[in-house]
T-cell receptor, first 115, second 114 residues
């Protein structure tokens, strides 16, 4: 049973052409996270939503935006992808942000290629 | 220096061998995760622990809070265990009390040969 779903699994976009990655969850979790993972590196948190509250990490480039229209869906928008934005983008969810009882659940990721 | 260090970075084993992957961290934590990522794939959570030891099938995870150290053991390893194993910690001190944000290690690439 899929719990955190990411579409598409593979995305190819052209340099400078806006692209949107999608994440949905069936867990009814309050928190949704977007991570960027480049080859052989640890995942890097870009931002998260706690319900409708958006929280950007300090070093996330302005080129990256996010939308959460409802509890189930969260989108990652890359306004003008550069070659350096090619990476695996991981979506994760957790029930809460400030309790250590709750795990993060990860989606399968979307691998973005920029040509 | 990374706040979460893993060793070894790369590990090759023969099928059936007992495998240990180590994780050391330098921050106060509320919990530690062991995660698995197959090449080109998403992340699967194996364990979340804050004390003692957990076992799931052939996998065992231990943590020593005083020493700020955790180990992941794989018994009777199999080629399907080949993956990157990632240690990640939750550190409320790094995130203003937000205990569910993770700090990741750089992973251990495990290859189990038949």
């Amino acid at each position: 049973d899929a719990m955190v779903i990411q579409n598409p699994r593979y995305q190819v976009t052209q340099f400078g052409k806006p692209v949107t990655l999608s994440c949905s969850q069936t867990l009814n979790h309050n928190v949704m996270y977007w991570y960027q993972q480049k080859s052989s590196q640890a995942p890097k948190l870009l931002f998260h939503y706690y319900d409708k509250d958006f929280n950007n990490e300090a070093d996330t480039p302005d080129n990256f935006q996010s939308r959460r229209p409802n509890t189930s869906f969260c989108f990652l928008d890359i306004r003008s992808p550069g070659l350096g934005d090619a990476a695996m983008y991981l979506c994760a969810t957790s029930r809460d942000l400030r309790s250590s009882h709750y795990e993060q659940y990860f989606g399968p990721g979307t691998r973005l290629t920029v040509t | 220096k990374n706040e979460v260090e893993q060793s070894p970075q790369n590990l090759t084993a023969q099928e059936g061998e007992f495998i240990t992957i180590n994780c050391s961290y330098s921050v106060g934590i509320s919990a530690l995760h062991w995660l698995q990522q197959h090449p080109g794939g998403g992340i699967v959570s194996l364990f979340m622990l804050s004390s003692g030891k957990k076992k799931h099938g052939r996998l065992i995870a231990t943590i020593n809070i005083q020493e700020k150290h955790s180990s992941l053991h794989i018994t009777a390893s199999h080629p399907r265990d080949s993956a990157v194993y990632i240690c990640a910690v939750r550190s409320p001190t790094n995130y203003g009390g937000a205990t569910n944000k993770l700090i990741f290690g750089t992973g251990t690439l495990l290859a189990v040969q038949p």
